[in-house]
C-alpha cells in the first residue's frame, strides 16, 4: 500500500506558501516604497510643514503595512509552518527604518 499523506501534505504547503506569499510580497513592496518615500523627503527649512506631515505619514502607514503583514505571518500556525522564519524579517526590518526615520525627522 501507498502512503499518500507526506506527498499531499507537501503539495498543500507549496499552495500555501503561493497563497499567502504573492499577498506578502506585495504588502512588502508597499512598505519598502513607503520607506523609501520617508527617506527621500527633504524638507527645505524649518517652516516646511507639508515635507515634516509626509515624512510622518509615510512612516505611519509603513509601521502598519509592515504590522499586517507581519500578522498574516505569524497569527496562523499553518502559515508559519510553511513559509519559514526568514519572512518575518523584512516586516520588522521595514517597520524599524520607518520608526527611526520617525523619530529621527529633522
Same mark, same amino acid.
Not at 91 to 99: D, E, K, N, Q
Given at each position: 500500500?501507498? =502512503?499518500?499523506?507526506?506527498?499531499?501534505?507537501?503539495?498543500?504547503?507549496?499552495?500555501? %506558501?503561493? *497563497?499567502?506569499?504573492?499577498?506578502?510580497?506585495?504588502? #512588502?513592496?508597499? +512598505? +519598502?516604497?513607503?520607506? #523609501?518615500?520617508?527617506?527621500?523627503?527633504?524638507?527645505?527649512?524649518?517652516?516646511? =510643514?507639508?515635507? #515634516? +506631515?509626509?515624512?510622518?505619514?509615510?512612516?505611519?502607514?509603513?509601521?502598519? *503595512?509592515?504590522? *499586517?503583514?507581519?500578522?498574516?505571518?505569524?497569527? !496562523?500556525?499553518?502559515? %508559519?509552518?510553511?513559509?519559514?522564519?526568514?519572512?518575518?524579517?523584512?516586516?520588522?526590518?521595514?517597520?524599524?527604518?520607518?520608526?527611526?526615520?520617525?523619530?529621527?525627522? !529633522?
Amino acid at each position: 500500500m501507498i =502512503d499518500h499523506s507526506e506527498t499531499e501534505q507537501t503539495d498543500d504547503r507549496g499552495c500555501l %506558501r503561493w *497563497v499567502v506569499g504573492i499577498p506578502l510580497v506585495i504588502l #512588502y513592496v508597499l +512598505a +519598502a516604497g513607503l520607506c #523609501y518615500t520617508a527617506l527621500t523627503i527633504r524638507p527645505t527649512g524649518p517652516w516646511d =510643514d507639508g515635507a #515634516y +506631515a509626509g515624512i510622518i505619514s509615510s512612516c505611519l502607514l509603513a509601521i502598519a *503595512v509592515s504590522t *499586517v503583514a507581519l500578522l498574516i505571518t505569524v497569527v !496562523p500556525s499553518s502559515v %508559519r509552518l510553511a513559509m519559514g522564519r526568514w519572512w518575518l524579517a523584512p516586516p520588522l526590518i521595514l517597520a524599524a527604518v520607518a520608526t527611526l526615520r520617525w523619530i529621527f525627522v !529633522p
